[in-house]
């Protein structure tokens, strides 16, 4: 019988190795695990752990001012939106974490919460430190910019609707299975294709204007670190498993879906895209290089599946720019930037003990 209390013991639960619709009986217990891969996962994503305030902005302060408007427009619409996607997202997950039936998974989808809410913060935060009393009228702006509500929509509809039917009806059956996987694979695609973009973005204008804004490159740096590094590949591994005929949900992954939606979601970020370059391009940000960074990323996420890809994009310089300077440890990141982070001892270093310290000293 299902448990329908925070934790039940009146028999042992049964199938715990379904990711879904089994049965923990509220347990955690880690003596038998079905998923090592998961397990592994979560290790090495709670080594990764940071601080909201692990960045240093003050030099972003006088290098706002170095920006052109062009530049500063296209700071403010991505970040803005990277604040309000990634506090929705700690919603999606912790919805995620009450649905999971298997301990590891249960693990990752609510530590990836608590990650979520800590990357929100920490632009919130960096807002607030570059702009002091004006922070609050900027990051209004995602109250009133259409295109900013509209870039969020799906995973507000895909997670509203799971969370309506599948926790509040307590739904289960096909049809439940149905609007769980396109929940996931939509939070899979928002971090694959949407958030890389917005990475991208804005370290092109760090780049190009001479590391102006190095205290938030920094900060997305270890932000695309959690993304790209711990919640992509979990979600590819929770995507991967289901396909496994136990996991019962073999009538309802639709390749067919994913195809669809990874479309959809290019087509929309090329807009996006557009809308970000209305008022000029910036060197080593304009339309060519973006639809070829979207729709590289678009064919790496159906790749990454083990699906054929859409565009064949080409990997071109951009990508392996993008790649590089996104690796916190790589040695050519300048002196400048490294310093920028207060109490990184555990971020440079893969070392549990070194992050613990870390948090002390915080
Ligand atoms: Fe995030
Ligand atoms: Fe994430």
């Known amino acids: 019988m299902k448990c329908e209390k925070i934790i039940c013991v009146d028999e ?10 089994g049965d923990t009986g509220g347990m955690l217990r880690v003596d038998k695990t079905d998923y090592p891969v998961l397990m592994n996962q979560f290790k090495q994503g709670f080594s990764k752990v940071w601080m909201y305030t692990a960045v240093d902005f003050k030099s972003d302060i006088t290098g706002w001012d170095k920006l052109d408007e062009v530049s500063q427009r296209i700071f403010l619409l991505n970040n803005s939106y990277q604040l309000l996607m990634d506090a929705g997202v700690v919603n999606i997950y912790n919805v ?32 607030s430190q570059m702009f002091g009393s004006e922070a609050e009228d900027k990051t209004n702006i995602v109250y009133e910019d259409e295109f900013i509500k509209s870039r969020m929509n799906d995973e ?81 591994t929770v995507l991967k498993i289901l396909r496994e005929p136990r996991q019962n949900f073999t009538e309802e992954w639709s390749k067919e879906f994913v195809y669809w939606y990874v479309e959809k979601v290019t087509k929309a970020e090329k807009e996006w895209s557009d809308y970000l370059l209305k008022d000029g391009e910036v060197p080593g940000f304009n339309k060519k290089i973006n639809n070829n960074f979207i729709e590289y990323f678009a064919d790496k996420t159906l790749k990454d599946l083990g699906l054929e890809p ?25 002196l400048q930037e490294i310093s920028n982070i207060n109490y990184n001892k555990g971020v440079v270093k893969d070392d549990i003990l070194s992050n613990l310290g870390m948090l002390r000293e915080i």
């Not at 042992?12 to 619709?21: A, I, R």
């Not at 009806?169 to 949407?194: C, R």
């Not at 590391?211 to 938030?216: E, L, P, R, Y």
């Open 12 to 21: 042992l639960p049964k199938e715990t190795f379904k990711l879904f619709f």
């Open 96 to 127: 995620l974490a009450m649905l999971s039936t298997n301990t590891e998974l249960k693990l990752n989808y609510q530590y990836i919460a608590q990650n979520e809410s800590i990357h929100a913060a920490s632009y919130s935060y960096g807002l």
């Open 156 to 236: 507000v509809d895909y997670s509203g609707e799971l969370y309506q039917r599948l926790i509040l009806d307590k739904e289960e059956g096909p049809e439940a299975k149905k609007i769980l996987f396109k929940a996931i694979v939509a939070t899979y695609v928002l971090e694959h294709i949407k958030f890389p973009f917005s990475f991208f973005a804005t370290w092109s204008l760090n780049k190009t204007n001479d590391n102006a804004i190095q205290g938030f490159s920094m900060l997305l740096k270890l932000i695309a670190q959690d993304e790209l590094d711990y919640h992509v590949p979990v979600n590819k």
């Open 310 to 334: 859409l565009y064949n994009a080409k990997k071109t310089d951009t990508v392996d720019w993008y790649n590089e300077y996104r690796t916190i440890n790589n040695q050519n990141a300048s």
